[in-house]
């Protein structure tokens, strides 16, 4: 007997599908976000709703579905990546440029469309933070738009449900956190008292990890797991899926409960008094059902959000000696690809990719901290190149582009980036590979040497590490760097056109870099902190953290300056300085 299996609908069928629901409740347009119901950067490709319904698979991208036509709006890391994955014929790709949001893009598209007459557009309440959908309709109120919620979303109607995974949470050390829960509990019912505030929810998911000293593994290129908390005076409660699972980590600071009683908790707590939360990290979904059941409430800026950025000296010493495994597996495996490359052996993207993840969990790593990015020649140019070709052998004379990062036992993320030449010691770079390197590394050292007054902004060091490259006529579309710690991206601080406050403790990266499409692209990044300045009061400088060599075949020496070449000099002494107590130690096979 023959079996017929259900054939996945094509996207031509999913939009068709949706575009119909939309007529039904009388809705012009619907925007899908690239997030989930936890407002995750990195949802899983089988639960995120933009790939089901687009293809395209990057960190970021939001879609607009009309009744006429689809849009995705990309920032400048997915230009190419996002040509490449959805069809042509389905969407038009709006490449928003570096310093303007993708919110603001759409906002920009819909009043293009929705200029004359009323119109109703369509969105998930559970995808869109209090503030994100406050900023829509500030955004749109000179136009007639009526913003309706949909739960579930017309999507979600004709979508099979994926089945999520649960996986393993474990408490971490205080050698590694450097905080007790209750401690950290404690500073946050100080703040809610002072605000008379009887419950504090809380939805961002690195906050529920960094409060409870928790970390999970169900969630790929993240520490976390999926949750949401309630802190009350005296008890702080988890909701979890299978909160059984939890039982046995027996903390007498937190009570798990199964993610559906969540509400339960809510309705009996809110009785006592205010409810509170941050609405930059709280869905719109959550504020509804607050004001559905008159339930006073009132928002504030997390205070767990500095208090996660500013790291203890227990987490500064573990992340040190993680960014230190994360230098000698990114070291060993470039010369590992050179020796293989320059004996004649094959090696493609894709393996050499494998190669790097089989390195990490060798070094004592859980998972990696996002895709790697292993980029030979022109693929480079796409910046976040995130699936590396089985079929793309690299070539000895080339560069490849490696990005990468991974957690280990504390649960904090590491993230490095080194281009390099293919081949071996001998191999001679072009002029215009050297040139290009050597450009990205002026502006890196400009970051990483940098000095300032304090008070000063991500955005002041952003146009240092930018200045080199302008000087020669480069741009890169994409901020010069983020914060780093339970999430690989992490706020405050952002290095960027839009920047915030750099303070001290605060653990982020700098990475310019260069993307030309027929030749390639070059990345240098790494991982940096903030320290007082040793001769200047009120005078704060960059050191970086992370010390994997620099690829000296595609340095042009007479580009650097006297203290540029004395810097680097410095620099390359401190991996030497690492070698002599390694943190870890390979095996060959």
């Not at 620099?550 to 030497?576: C, M, N, V």
Request: with cysteine.
């Amino acid at each position: 007997m023959l079996s017929h299996a259900i054939q996945p609908l094509r996207y031509s069928e999913k939009i068709a599908g949706i575009r119909s629901r939309l007529k039904d409740k009388k809705i012009d347009g619907l925007i899908i976000r690239g997030t989930d119901r936890f407002l995750s950067e990195y949802v899983p490709e089988n639960e995120s709703h933009r790939v089901w319904l687009s293809g395209f698979t990057g960190s970021t991208g939001d879609i607009l579905l009309t009744l006429e036509k689809a849009f995705l709006f990309v920032d400048g890391r997915y230009y190419l990546q996002a040509d490449q994955q959805v069809d042509p014929k389905l969407y038009e790709v709006i490449k928003v440029p570096l310093g303007v949001s993708l919110e603001k893009a759409i906002m920009q598209k819909l009043i293009a469309l929705y200029s004359a007459g009323k119109h109703r557009v369509g969105y998930s309440p559970d995808q869109f933070s209090v503030d994100s959908l406050k900023r829509f309709h500030m955004g749109t109120e000179k136009i007639s738009l009526e913003w309706i919620p949909l739960l579930p979303s017309p999507l979600e109607e004709i979508r099979t449900p994926e089945k999520e995974r649960a996986g393993k949470i474990w408490k971490i050390d205080f050698s590694l956190s450097g905080c007790h829960t209750e401690q950290k509990l404690a500073r946050l019912r100080e703040f809610m008292s002072e605000n008379k505030i009887h419950l504090w929810i809380v939805q961002a998911l690195d906050e529920i990890a960094y409060l409870s000293n928790l970390r999970g593994d169900e969630i790929p290129f993240q520490a976390t797991f999926k949750s949401i908390a309630l802190v009350t005076p005296d008890r702080c409660y988890v909701a979890l899926p299978k909160a059984k699972r939890a039982e046995s980590l027996e903390l007498k600071e937190i009570t798990f409960i199964e993610m559906n009683r969540w509400e339960d908790i809510l309705m009996a707590s809110s009785k006592n008094g205010l409810v509170g939360f941050d609405s930059a990290t709280t869905t719109e979904a959550i504020r509804l059902q607050l004001a559905s059941r008159s339930i006073p409430y009132t928002t504030f800026s997390s205070p767990i959000v500095p208090m996660k950025a500013n790291k203890t000296a227990e987490e500064f010493h573990h992340m040190l000696r993680s960014f230190q495994r994360a230098d000698q597996v990114v070291h060993h495996a470039k010369n590992w690809l050179c020796k293989k490359v320059s004996t004649g052996e094959p090696v493609t993207e894709a393996l050499f990719s494998a190669r790097v993840e089989k390195l990490f969990k060798r070094s004592g790593a859980f998972s990696l901290s996002f895709h790697i990015i292993s980029a030979a020649g022109s693929n480079a140019a796409v910046i976040h190149y995130s699936n590396p070709d089985p079929n793309r052998v690299i070539q000895n004379g080339e560069m490849v582009l490696l990005d990468t990062g991974a957690y280990y036992e504390g649960g904090y993320a590491t993230d490095l980036t080194r281009t390099f030449l293919v081949g071996p010691a001998k191999q001679k770079a072009t002029f215009e590979q050297k040139r290009i390197f050597t450009l990205v590394l002026k502006g890196a050292i400009a970051g990483m040497r940098a000095v300032f007054p304090k008070g000063t902004s991500g955005v002041a060091l952003d146009a240092l590490v930018r200045k080199p490259l302008w000087e020669a006529g480069y741009h890169y579309n994409h901020g010069t760097g983020h914060g780093v710690g339970i999430n690989v991206h992490e706020s405050p601080p952002r290095v960027s056109t839009q920047g915030d406050i750099l303070e001290k403790g605060q653990i982020f990266s700098i990475e310019p870099g260069i993307y030309i499409p027929e030749f390639g692209g070059v990345r240098i990044e790494n991982l940096c902190t903030v320290i007082d300045h040793p001769k200047f009061h009120d005078w704060l400088m960059v050191t970086p953290l992370t010390f994997s060599p620099f690829d000296e075949r595609l340095i042009d020496a007479p580009l650097l300056t006297g203290d540029e070449k004395k810097w680097l000099k410095w620099y390359k002494s401190q991996f030497r300085l690492e070698l002599a107590s390694p943190p870890i130690s390979f095996i060959e096979t």
